[in-house]
Protein backbone atom coordinates (compact mmCIF):
# COMPACT_ATOMS: atom_id res chain seq x y z
CA UNK A 1 0.00 0.00 0.00
CA UNK A 2 1.49 3.53 -0.70
CA UNK A 3 1.90 6.18 1.84
CA UNK A 4 0.42 9.25 1.45
CA UNK A 5 3.33 10.68 3.34
CA UNK A 6 5.33 12.99 1.49
CA UNK A 7 8.76 11.19 0.75
CA UNK A 8 12.41 12.36 2.31
CA UNK A 9 15.19 13.23 0.87
CA UNK A 10 19.03 12.69 2.45
CA UNK A 11 20.08 16.09 3.64
CA UNK A 12 23.53 15.69 3.49
CA UNK A 13 24.96 17.03 0.74
CA UNK A 14 27.18 14.56 -1.98
CA UNK A 15 31.47 14.58 -1.68
CA UNK A 16 30.69 14.54 -5.39
CA UNK A 17 29.37 18.40 -5.86
CA UNK A 18 32.08 21.13 -6.48
CA UNK A 19 31.35 24.59 -6.17
CA UNK A 20 32.50 26.91 -9.31
CA UNK A 21 35.11 28.26 -6.74
CA UNK A 22 36.17 25.26 -5.58
CA UNK A 23 36.44 23.45 -9.07
CA UNK A 24 38.14 26.55 -10.29
CA UNK A 25 41.00 26.13 -7.78
CA UNK A 26 41.51 22.76 -7.96
CA UNK A 27 45.07 22.06 -9.92
CA UNK A 28 45.20 19.17 -11.96
CA UNK A 29 48.89 17.05 -12.58
CA UNK A 30 49.34 17.79 -16.46
CA UNK A 31 52.14 16.47 -19.18
CA UNK A 32 54.58 19.44 -19.34
CA UNK A 33 55.14 18.62 -23.47
CA UNK A 34 56.99 20.45 -25.63
CA UNK A 35 58.56 21.04 -28.89
CA UNK A 36 55.99 19.16 -31.74
CA UNK A 37 54.34 17.02 -28.75
CA UNK A 38 53.06 20.48 -27.50
CA UNK A 39 52.68 22.11 -31.05
CA UNK A 40 50.15 18.19 -31.22
CA UNK A 41 48.73 18.14 -27.63
CA UNK A 42 48.97 20.98 -25.62
CA UNK A 43 49.29 19.88 -22.22
CA UNK A 44 47.12 16.98 -21.30
CA UNK A 45 46.58 15.77 -17.65
CA UNK A 46 48.16 12.91 -16.39
CA UNK A 47 45.53 10.49 -15.98
CA UNK A 48 42.41 9.60 -17.59
CA UNK A 49 41.72 7.79 -20.93
CA UNK A 50 43.26 8.52 -24.46
CA UNK A 51 42.45 6.45 -27.41
CA UNK A 52 44.43 6.01 -30.83
CA UNK A 53 43.01 4.73 -34.10
CA UNK A 54 43.77 3.75 -37.65
CA UNK A 55 43.92 1.90 -40.41
CA UNK A 56 46.90 -0.80 -41.33
CA UNK A 57 50.03 0.79 -42.21
CA UNK A 58 49.84 4.15 -41.53
CA UNK A 59 52.37 4.66 -38.67
CA UNK A 60 49.19 3.67 -35.78
CA UNK A 61 52.25 1.31 -34.07
CA UNK A 62 54.80 3.40 -34.94
CA UNK A 63 53.57 6.64 -33.24
CA UNK A 64 52.30 4.49 -29.98
CA UNK A 65 55.94 3.29 -29.59
CA UNK A 66 57.14 6.71 -30.21
CA UNK A 67 54.91 7.85 -27.46
CA UNK A 68 55.58 5.26 -25.28
CA UNK A 69 59.28 6.66 -25.31
CA UNK A 70 58.36 10.26 -24.99
CA UNK A 71 55.92 9.75 -21.49
CA UNK A 72 59.11 8.05 -20.19
CA UNK A 73 59.83 11.47 -19.69
CA UNK A 74 57.05 11.92 -17.07
CA UNK A 75 57.27 8.70 -15.43
CA UNK A 76 57.17 4.69 -15.97
CA UNK A 77 55.49 3.11 -18.84
CA UNK A 78 53.56 -0.50 -19.24
CA UNK A 79 52.70 -1.68 -22.39
CA UNK A 80 49.94 -4.63 -22.63
CA UNK A 81 50.74 -6.35 -26.08
CA UNK A 82 47.85 -8.35 -26.08
CA UNK A 83 47.62 -8.74 -29.67
CA UNK A 84 51.30 -9.62 -30.39
CA UNK A 85 52.70 -10.62 -27.68
CA UNK A 86 56.34 -10.65 -26.80
CA UNK A 87 56.81 -11.64 -30.72
CA UNK A 88 59.64 -10.85 -32.97
CA UNK A 89 57.58 -8.56 -34.60
CA UNK A 90 57.47 -6.63 -31.49
CA UNK A 91 61.39 -6.85 -30.49
CA UNK A 92 61.70 -5.22 -34.15
CA UNK A 93 59.30 -2.52 -32.91
CA UNK A 94 61.45 -1.93 -29.80
CA UNK A 95 64.81 -1.91 -31.57
CA UNK A 96 63.47 0.26 -34.34
CA UNK A 97 62.72 3.08 -31.83
CA UNK A 98 65.47 2.34 -29.65
CA UNK A 99 63.24 1.74 -26.48
CA UNK A 100 66.74 0.44 -25.16
CA UNK A 101 67.80 4.02 -23.99
CA UNK A 102 64.29 3.65 -21.58
CA UNK A 103 64.84 0.42 -20.27
CA UNK A 104 64.50 1.13 -16.73
CA UNK A 105 60.97 3.24 -17.37
CA UNK A 106 59.62 1.09 -19.64
CA UNK A 107 57.64 -2.68 -19.21
CA UNK A 108 56.21 -5.03 -21.93
CA UNK A 109 53.67 -7.06 -20.75
CA UNK A 110 53.31 -9.81 -22.59
CA UNK A 111 49.39 -10.72 -23.54
CA UNK A 112 48.03 -9.78 -20.20
CA UNK A 113 44.46 -10.13 -19.54
CA UNK A 114 42.65 -7.31 -18.30
CA UNK A 115 42.12 -9.37 -15.11
CA UNK A 116 45.82 -9.87 -14.46
CA UNK A 117 46.16 -6.16 -15.59
CA UNK A 118 44.09 -4.89 -13.01
CA UNK A 119 45.58 -6.54 -10.31
CA UNK A 120 48.76 -5.68 -11.16
CA UNK A 121 47.54 -1.54 -11.54
CA UNK A 122 46.35 -1.98 -8.00
CA UNK A 123 50.26 -2.56 -6.70
CA UNK A 124 52.12 -0.02 -4.71
CA UNK A 125 54.27 1.56 -7.31
CA UNK A 126 53.22 0.71 -10.28
CA UNK A 127 53.84 2.38 -13.16
CA UNK A 128 51.21 6.01 -14.24
CA UNK A 129 50.81 4.97 -17.99
CA UNK A 130 49.28 1.82 -19.28
CA UNK A 131 49.02 1.45 -23.12
CA UNK A 132 47.00 -1.06 -24.06
CA UNK A 133 47.21 -2.56 -27.31
CA UNK A 134 44.38 -3.13 -28.86
CA UNK A 135 40.77 -2.92 -26.89
CA UNK A 136 39.67 -5.27 -29.57
CA UNK A 137 41.45 -8.35 -28.03
CA UNK A 138 40.29 -6.84 -24.49
CA UNK A 139 37.20 -8.22 -25.24
CA UNK A 140 35.57 -5.67 -23.62
CA UNK A 141 32.09 -4.53 -23.50
CA UNK A 142 31.43 -0.80 -22.80
CA UNK A 143 29.93 -1.09 -19.40
CA UNK A 144 33.14 -3.24 -18.30
CA UNK A 145 35.73 -0.35 -19.91
CA UNK A 146 34.21 2.12 -17.93
CA UNK A 147 34.31 -0.44 -14.76
CA UNK A 148 37.86 -1.02 -15.08
CA UNK A 149 38.24 3.07 -15.88
CA UNK A 150 36.53 3.66 -12.52
CA UNK A 151 39.17 1.28 -11.37
CA UNK A 152 41.99 3.24 -12.16
CA UNK A 153 41.20 6.59 -11.86
CA UNK A 154 44.67 7.52 -10.63
CA UNK A 155 46.63 6.42 -14.38
CA UNK A 156 46.71 7.40 -17.84
CA UNK A 157 44.91 4.48 -19.76
CA UNK A 158 46.27 4.62 -23.45
CA UNK A 159 43.99 2.14 -26.01
CA UNK A 160 45.39 1.28 -29.14
CA UNK A 161 41.91 0.62 -31.47
CA UNK A 162 41.34 -0.76 -34.66
CA UNK A 163 39.86 1.18 -37.30
CA UNK A 164 36.89 1.15 -39.50
CA UNK A 165 37.06 4.43 -42.05
CA UNK A 166 37.57 7.11 -39.53
CA UNK A 167 36.43 5.92 -36.36
CA UNK A 168 37.95 3.08 -34.12
CA UNK A 169 36.03 -0.60 -35.13
CA UNK A 170 32.75 -1.74 -32.86
CA UNK A 171 30.65 0.24 -30.77
CA UNK A 172 32.68 -0.26 -27.78
CA UNK A 173 35.76 1.13 -29.22
CA UNK A 174 33.50 4.20 -30.97
CA UNK A 175 31.72 4.89 -26.90
CA UNK A 176 35.16 4.59 -25.53
CA UNK A 177 36.39 7.57 -28.42
CA UNK A 178 33.71 9.45 -27.17
CA UNK A 179 34.85 9.55 -23.43
CA UNK A 180 37.88 9.66 -23.97
CA UNK A 181 39.99 12.72 -22.99
CA UNK A 182 42.10 12.65 -25.76
CA UNK A 183 40.95 11.15 -29.35
CA UNK A 184 44.26 10.36 -32.08
CA UNK A 185 43.12 9.55 -35.01
CA UNK A 186 46.38 7.71 -37.35
CA UNK A 187 46.21 8.60 -41.13
CA UNK A 188 49.19 9.06 -43.38
CA UNK A 189 51.97 8.88 -40.83
CA UNK A 190 50.17 11.78 -39.28
CA UNK A 191 48.58 11.84 -35.54
CA UNK A 192 45.84 14.28 -35.28
CA UNK A 193 44.40 15.31 -31.83
CA UNK A 194 40.53 15.10 -31.90
CA UNK A 195 39.99 15.26 -27.97
CA UNK A 196 40.34 17.96 -25.36
CA UNK A 197 43.96 18.54 -26.01
CA UNK A 198 45.35 20.43 -28.80
CA UNK A 199 48.02 22.23 -29.00
CA UNK A 200 48.61 24.85 -31.65
CA UNK A 201 49.50 23.07 -35.08
CA UNK A 202 47.43 19.66 -33.99
CA UNK A 203 48.88 17.48 -34.80
CA UNK A 204 52.28 15.35 -34.80
CA UNK A 205 54.30 13.72 -38.11
CA UNK A 206 55.28 10.37 -37.47
CA UNK A 207 57.61 9.86 -39.96
CA UNK A 208 58.24 13.86 -41.62
CA UNK A 209 58.82 12.53 -45.53
CA UNK A 210 56.59 10.57 -46.03
CA UNK A 211 53.64 12.32 -44.25
CA UNK A 212 54.15 15.30 -46.03
CA UNK A 213 54.17 13.16 -49.45
CA UNK A 214 51.03 11.67 -48.81
CA UNK A 215 49.14 14.42 -47.71
CA UNK A 216 50.57 16.60 -50.88
CA UNK A 217 49.53 13.84 -53.08
CA UNK A 218 46.32 13.85 -51.54
CA UNK A 219 45.63 17.92 -51.57
CA UNK A 220 46.55 17.34 -55.38
CA UNK A 221 43.73 15.11 -55.90
CA UNK A 222 41.21 17.41 -54.27
CA UNK A 223 42.03 20.15 -56.10
Avoid at 60 to 81: H, I, P
Avoid at 121 to 149: C, E, G, H, N, W
Avoid at 158 to 177: Q, T
Amino acid sequence: MKSDEPKKFPTTTSQNAKGVRELLNTKYEMLEFEDEWYEAFGTPERKGVWIIWGNSANGKSSFAMQLCKYLCKFGRVMYDSLEEGASLTMRNTLERHGMLEVNRKFLLLDNENMDELSIRLKRQKSPDFVVIDSFQYTQMTYKQYIAFKEMHKNKLLIFISHADGKYPNGRAAKSVMYDATLKIYIEGYRAFSKGRFIGPKGYFDIWPEEAEAYWNRKNEKRQ
